[in-house]
């Protein structure tokens, strides 16, 4: 049950934390570091023919990376395309 309650809290850190971050104009640098932000992911953004291709460098937990997807799904603008991949 602590574990449910602990996992719930986080949740809420990352939500909250990544909308936060996320408020300004989509660059490689926001967008990293809004994502980065969340415990144990680290990425690479890169643009190619209005895509966003984000690449998870690190990811200890996989449960963040919804969370980072999310975040990066608010973010971006709607015009261009989002594409992940993992190294």
């Known amino acids: 049950m602590q ?3 602990a996992s719930d809290i986080n949740a809420r850190r990352y939500t909250i934390k990544t909308r936060l971050l996320g408020v300004e104009t989509a660059t490689k640098k926001m967008l990293e570091g809004t994502v ?3 415990d144990d992911i680290t ?27 999310d975040a990066l799904k608010e973010i971006i603008p709607y015009h ?8």
Request: net charge negative; hydrophobic share 45%; aromatic share 14%.
């Open 3 to 5: 574990d449910k309650i």
């Open 80 to 87: 261009l395309d989002l594409f992940y991949t993992y190294a």
């Open 43 to 69: 990425i690479s953004v890169g643009f190619e023919d209005m895509t966003v291709l984000i690449t998870f460098i690190h990811t200890e937990n996989n449960k963040p990376i919804t969370f980072a997807i």
């Open 36 to 38: 980065n932000s969340v």
